[in-house]
C-alpha cells in the first residue's frame, strides 16, 4: 500500500494546487446559492415602471370597479400606482371582433401592456382572458383573478341580499405549519421549505462532487495513456497500485470539497441561528456520500480505462451523469409520498442507492433495517466495482489503437 498511497498523495497534491479546483471550490457553492436563491429572487421582485391594461368588459359593470381597484391596490415602490387600467370598449352590445383586433394592435404597437376580455352570458361564473406579447408575468394573472374574484363575489352577495362588507369578516386567513414527526413520534421543527432546500442541496452536492472528479479521475487515465506516463508508472508499480492510489487521491480530494462546503453551511447556520439538518441525519447522509463516492470513482475508473479519446470520455461520462440526474428529477415526487413502493426499489439499486437515500433522509427517516441493508448493499457494490474495475484497468491502461469491444472488456472481467 505505501506505493499506493504514494500516487495517492501525488494526485491528491497536483489536482489541490490546480486553478480548476480551487476556483471550483468557491464558486460551485456561490453557484448552487444562486440557482436556489435568484430565481425566486427574480421571481418576486417588483415592477419599476406603471403597466398599462386595456379591458373588453361584456357585462358593463366589472370594468370601473376593475380598474379602480387595480390602481388603488397595487402600488410601485415610489407611490404611483402599479397599473393604469384603461376601458377599451364595454357593454353588451360591444362588437367583441373588432374591440379584440382594435386591442391587438394597441398591444402590438406597445400603447397597452395587455387587455383582459370579461365575456358576459347568463352563467354568474364568467370566463376572463388576458392577451399579452408576454404570458410570463404570473403575478399579472394572479391578480387580475384575485381582484375579479373579490368583484364577483360581492355582486353575487348583493343579488341574494347579503351586505358585501360581510364577505371581509367572513375571509379567513389560515397558515398552515408542517411539523414533522420522528419515528417515535417526537415533534421535528422542519418545515417543507427545510426539509427540501437540506434534501436538494445535499443532492446536488453530491452530484457536483461525483461529476467534476469522475470526470478528473478519467481524463488523468486518459492523459497519462495518450503521453505514455502510464507506462512509466507500471514499471514503478501495479496496476492495482496505481488505480487505488489514484481512486484514494481523488476520493481525498472530494472529502476536501465537501469538508470545506460543510464547513461554510455550518458557519452560515450558526450566523442566522438556523438548524438545517439534524446531527443525526448528517452523519448517515455523509456515511452515503462516502459510499456512493467510493463506488462511482470505482465505476469512472472502468468505464475511463479502455477509453483512448477525449470524445469518447464525453460520451461514456455523460451515460453516467444521466443516472446521477434521475434522483433530482424524482425530488418532488419523492416528497410527496416518501414511502411509495417504486421509491423503495430505486433505493436498492447501487446506481442511486446513495443519492435516493440522501432523498428520503431528510424527509422521512426510512427504517432502521432499510438504512442496515443498504449500507451492506454499498459495501458490497464497492467491492464488485472495485475487483471489477481492477481487472478491467489492469489490461485497458496499456492499451492503445482502436477501444476494446464489449466482449473483450466482458472477457477481462471474467479471466482477470
Known amino acids: 500500500m505505501n506505493k499506493a498511497f504514494a500516487v495517492a498523495k501525488w494526485e491528491y497534491l497536483e489536482k489541490i494546487k490546480s486553478k480548476a479546483f480551487l476556483i471550483g471550490l468557491f464558486i460551485t457553492p456561490i453557484l448552487m446559492v444562486g440557482m436556489g436563491v435568484l430565481p425566486s429572487l427574480f421571481a418576486t421582485q417588483e415592477d419599476n415602471e406603471t403597466k398599462v391594461i386595456g379591458i373588453l368588459d361584456q357585462t358593463g359593470t366589472v370594468a370601473p370597479q376593475f380598474a379602480k381597484r387595480m390602481q388603488e391596490r397595487y402600488k410601485l415602490g415610489n407611490g404611483q400606482p402599479n397599473y393604469l387600467i384603461h376601458i377599451l370598449a364595454q357593454g353588451e352590445d360591444m362588437r ?97 421549505e427545510r426539509v427540501f432546500i437540506s434534501a436538494y442541496v445535499f443532492l446536488m452536492m453530491l452530484f457536483l462532487l461525483i461529476v467534476t472528479s469522475g470526470q478528473m479521475l478519467v481524463r488523468s487515465v486518459l492523459e497519462e ?26 476520493s481525498g480530494l472530494g472529502l476536501t470539497q465537501m469538508g470545506f462546503w460543510v464547513l461554510i453551511g455550518v458557519a452560515v447556520s450558526v450566523q442566522f441561528g438556523t438548524n438545517i439538518i439534524p446531527a443525526g441525519h448528517a452523519a448517515l447522509l455523509m456515511i452515503y456520500f462516502v459510499l456512493g463516492y467510493l463506488f462511482y470513482a470505482a465505476v469512472f475508473i472502468a468505464a475511463g480505462s479502455p477509453l483512448n479519446t477525449e470524445q469518447e470520455a464525453q460520451q461514456v461520462t455523460s451515460y453516467l451523469v444521466m443516472i446521477l440526474v434521475i434522483p433530482i428529477v424524482l425530488a418532488l415526487p ?15 439499486i447501487p446506481f442511486l442507492t446513495p443519492t435516493m437515500m440522501a432523498l428520503r433522509i431528510p424527509i422521512q427517516t426510512p427504517s432502521a433495517l432499510e438504512i442496515v441493508a443498504t449500507i451492506l448493499l454499498m459495501i458490497a457494490s ?27 472488456i466482458l472477457r477481462w472481467v471474467r479471466t482477470g
Open 96 to 192: 367583441l371582433d373588432e374591440a379584440i383586433a382594435d386591442a391587438d394592435q394597441r398591444v402590438a404597437h406597445d400603447e397597452i401592456t395587455g387587455y383582459c376580455i370579461i365575456h358576459g352570458g347568463q352563467s354568474d361564473d364568467k370566463l376572463v382572458e388576458y392577451h399579452s406579447k408576454s404570458v410570463g408575468d404570473f403575478r399579472i394573472g394572479m391578480r387580475i383573478e384575485e381582484t375579479l374574484k373579490g368583484i364577483l363575489a360581492e355582486k353575487r352577495a348583493v343579488a341574494i341580499g347579503l351586505d358585501p362588507k360581510l364577505l371581509k369578516d367572513l375571509n379567513v386567513q389560515l397558515d398552515v405549519r408542517m411539523v414533522k414527526l420522528s419515528k417515535m413520534g417526537e415533534k421535528e421543527d422542519s418545515g417543507f
Open 225 to 250: 495513456k495518450s503521453n505514455r506516463i502510464v507506462e512509466v508508472l507500471v514499471s514503478s508499480c501495479s496496476p492495482t497500485e496505481l488505480m487505488a492510489g489514484k481512486v484514494l487521491g481523488m
Open 334 to 348: 419523492a416528497m410527496k409520498n416518501p414511502e411509495a413502493g417504486w421509491l423503495k426499489i430505486l433505493t436498492f
Open 382 to 408: 464497492i467491492y464488485v466495482a472495485m475487483v471489477v474495475a481492477g481487472r478491467i484497468f489492469r489490461v485497458a491502461i496499456l492499451a492503445t489503437g482502436k477501444s476494446p469491444k464489449l466482449s473483450e
